[in-house]
């Protein structure tokens, strides 16, 4: 059984297992953490060859989380129209479910607030900021857990920040952060500190400006260490932002990590990132 390691590097401290470990999946559950590690290093297909069976079979709950977690991976390639029929999808199947709670939330609140927050995500990305406010709403009335709350903060920021409230996201982010430190999550606390560090630049004062410099380069230090790709990219190019005089250097990485990140991605991921405003262009 490979369900305790592989849930140390989907939730916990070690988001770098061993391949045998990622190979070794054999259960559904254990098939879905595995492809949650997949995508978080940025191998789309691979990925979605586990999810896209778990979708299909007979079991609601694993489909449901299966549909949520390919639309994150669909919106982390800038597809959020296809995310959200993932993520609509994902809901469907969730939203009669019951039963017992898991600590990472893979269980019926977790799987309707994963849907629900991509659901948020997809909206405010195509600009219906009201609709995302009432899904991240919906999705925190689930009490799903330390998952679903550092999810949600990462939502609540952005809703924030895309309606020009850049101190109103703070607080958002910074909760974000700190449950992913308190949970040892380490993938989740990189992310944290991207979010947290835009946020903190948007509020604009100086010691915010040197903040948000730290958490950005500890957050490549970290993507890079632990091979987090669908981290490092966004990471790479808030800190062109950040570091001006360094913009040229963060841009070529972003174009290095995004070579590699799309000739593991299979074709619909490559096209939903060719046609995506959000992703830089290649050679760009």
């Not at 991240?136 to 920021?157: C, F, I, P």
């Not at 309606?163 to 909760?175: D, F, N």
């Not at 070529?252 to 799309?262: G, T």
Request: aromatic share 4%; with cysteine.
């Amino acid at each position: 059984m490979h369900e305790p390691a592989l849930r140390a590097a989907a939730f916990g401290s070690d988001p770098l297992p061993g391949p045998a470990v990622v190979r070794g999946a054999e259960t559904p559950r254990e098939r879905l953490l595995a492809a949650i590690v997949l995508g978080a290093q940025g191998r789309y297909a691979a990925a979605a060859t586990l999810l896209d069976p778990l979708r299909r079979q007979g079991d609601p709950f694993l489909a449901s989380l299966a549909a949520s977690t390919l639309g994150s991976h669909r919106r982390q390639l800038g597809g959020h129209r296809h995310a959200r029929a993932l993520d609509g999808e994902a809901f469907a199947r969730a939203a009669p479910l019951t039963g017992d709670p898991d600590p990472d939330g893979l269980d019926a609140a977790g799987a309707r607030a994963d849907a629900l927050l991509g659901l948020a995500a997809d909206n405010l990305a195509l600009g219906r900021l009201g609709a995302a406010r009432r899904l991240a709403g919906r999705a925190a009335a689930e009490d799903a857990g330390w998952r679903a709350r550092v999810r949600g903060g990462w939502v609540g920021a952005e809703i924030e920040l895309a309606a020009g409230q850049g101190a109103a996201a703070v607080p958002h982010a910074r909760r974000a952060f700190e449950t992913a430190l308190a949970r040892g999550a380490r993938r989740h606390a990189t992310k944290s500190g991207i979010v947290l560090a835009v946020a903190l630049r948007a509020v604009g004062a100086p010691d915010h400006q040197e903040i948000s410099d730290d958490l950005v380069g500890n957050a490549i230090a970290t993507a890079e260490e632990c091979e987090l790709l669908s981290l490092l990219w966004p990471a790479a190019l808030v800190a062109a932002d950040l570091r001006p005089g360094h913009a040229e250097e963060y841009r070529f990485r972003v174009a290095q990590v995004l070579h590699a990140v799309l000739r593991s991605a299979d074709p619909c991921g490559r096209r939903i990132a060719g046609e995506s405003p959000w992703v830089p262009a290649r050679g760009s």
